[in-house]
T-cell receptor, first 111, second 111 residues
Framework: DAGVIQSPRHEVTEMGQEVTLRCKPI?????LFWYRQTMMRGLELLIY????????DSGMPEDRFSAKMPNASFSTLKIQPSEPRDSAVYFC?????????FGPGTRLLVL | QKEVEQDPGPLSVPEGAIVSLNCTYS??????FMWYRQYSRKGPELLMY????GNKEDGRFTAQVDKSSKYISLFIRDSQPSDSATYLC???????????FGTGTSLTVIP
């Protein structure tokens, strides 16, 4: 298996633009997690899905953030409109059971 | 109080030293304890996983859980420059549920 796949790997955009991050989990995994990592706050859970259904989105910072999982092999995290404080590395992870497997992350810079 | 506390370091040791990394937690419901290693500009990768209390050894790495003290440790013997990374502890109360991550300890092993 190729592991968790994320795209794009890097994204530079201007404030106010829409940003869409994509994730393909490991085949067969039934949980999918979106995290944000910054130096100041470490790794923060934004939202997670079980069998494509959002379970807990309490970590989503505000209404500008939304996430979807239309099927078992694809998820998106959208930021609209983006702001400079959204600059961070966004990770997707999937799991079947206890251990989570992380993707390589998307490094987002909002100017 | 945060769910998981971890000293961010940085920690710098000479090659061959024994390294001790630690986390404390407040939620007595945590049963699953993980250590992740994160190299610069990469996603976290699972290093060790322990269920409940006790020790687990894997090569040069030993994970230790003391549930009575709510304290977990990761020991690295004969540390190598390739061990230079950020180490994150993580814990969960049930399989697939939300993981709580420490902020990570940055380790540098000097040749």
């Amino acid at each position: 298996d190729a592991g968790v796949i994320q795209s794009p790997r890097h994204e530079v955009t201007e404030m106010g633009q829409e940003v869409t991050l994509r994730c393909k989990p490991i085949s067969g995994h039934d949980y999918l997690f979106w995290y944000r990592q910054t130096m100041m706050r470490g790794l923060e859970l934004l939202i997670y899905f079980n069998n494509n259904v959002p379970i807990d989105d309490s970590g989503m910072p505000e209404d500008r953030f939304s996430a979807k999982m239309p099927n078992a092999s694809f998820s998106t995290l959208k930021i609209q409109p983006s702001e400079p404080r959204d600059s961070a590395v966004y990770f997707c992870a999937s799991s079947l059971g206890v251990t989570q497997y992380f993707g390589p992350g998307t490094r987002l810079l909002v100017l | 109080q945060k769910e998981v506390e971890q000293d961010p370091g940085p920690l710098s040791v000479p090659e061959g030293a024994i390294v001790s990394l630690n986390c404390t937690y407040s939620n007595s419901a945590f049963q699953y304890f993980m250590w992740y290693r994160q190299y610069s500009r990469k996603g976290p990768e699972l290093l060790m996983y322990t269920y409940s209390s006790g020790n687990k050894e894997d090569g040069r790495f030993t994970a230790q859980v003391d549930k009575s003290s709510k304290y977990i440790s990761l020991f690295i013997r004969d540390s190598q420059p390739s061990d230079s990374a950020t180490y994150l502890c993580a814990m969960s109360s049930n399989t697939g549920n939300q993981f709580y991550f420490g902020t990570g300890t940055s380790l540098t092993v000097i040749p």
